[in-house]
């Protein structure tokens, strides 16, 4: 009988934001492959009335659906407060609280999982150890960056943090960097196992050099930069370096918030000409990430 997973995270794709935390859903992908895994998704989104685009990001958390199937699986997005200025010490609670619903009716209906599989520490694995508590079931939190490297020297987030990973039944790192890390905070090493993302080969391949470059439009030092357009991705330090870097040129990949703050940043320190922004991919070639 394959496991039964309940997925639980704020980063997976929704219709309003179908590339949103891809590397989540391919992961669950790959998983569901084995033939081993079942699955249900638990997304939570933050909650905003008005859907309209003058809202920005948070009109596209009120477009998004509630329910809907993505690989295969059912995909829930209970909304939770999303409280400004504060939301960063109570969203586990939030997430918690406004999840629980969902995950007792899938009980009821007779989807009784074996354990929760929260991807990005805080706060969705400090709310899915809170919610494996309330429905005894064990927690794996898998760790991938910004959660360890920033989040976790925040003075209030940082204990919450610790008792999620000693309540957790195993933890997930994508380096050793950041095991090494958390252990230096006091989590025990003997339960977080670093496991690396995956690299599908077909797609991602040695290509020739030369020929490519010419199909890209490269001339001369080309420094590339991939990554969604916000500050927490650091575009912006690139960009800033190349005023000391003559005849050096960038291509930035990825699409986000910061876009039109990226470009004036270019234009300010007169180098707009030697960046190029690509965007993101097509939406037909999303579903390969």
Partial sequence: MPTRVLTFSTLFPNAAKPHHGIFTETTLRHQLATGEVEAKVVAPIPWFPFPHEVFGAYGIF???PRVETRVGVDVFHPRYMAIPRMNMYVAPFSMAYFAKPIIGRLLDEGYDFDLIDAHYFYPDGVAAVLLGKYFHKPVVISAL??????????????????????????????????KTRMVAFGMNGEQITPLRNGVDLALFRPVERAAMRRQLGMEGFTLLSVGHLEQLKGHHHIIAA????????????????????????????????????????????????
């Fill in 62 to 64: 009120a477009r998004a």
């Fill in 145 to 178: 960056g910004s959660d360890i490297n920033l989040i976790l020297q925040d003075p209030v987030a940082r204990p919450m943090m610790l008792w999620a990973a000693q309540h957790a039944a195993s933890m997930i790192t994508v380096c050793q960097a950041l």
């Fill in 242 to 289: 190349l005023a000391e870097l003559p005849g050096v040129k960038l291509m930035i990949a990825g699409s986000g918030p910061d876009r039109r703050k990226l470009e004036a940043l270019a234009a300010a320190g007169g180098v707009a000409d030697r960046v190029a922004f690509l965007g993101a991919l097509p939406q037909d070639r999303l579903r390969d990430y």
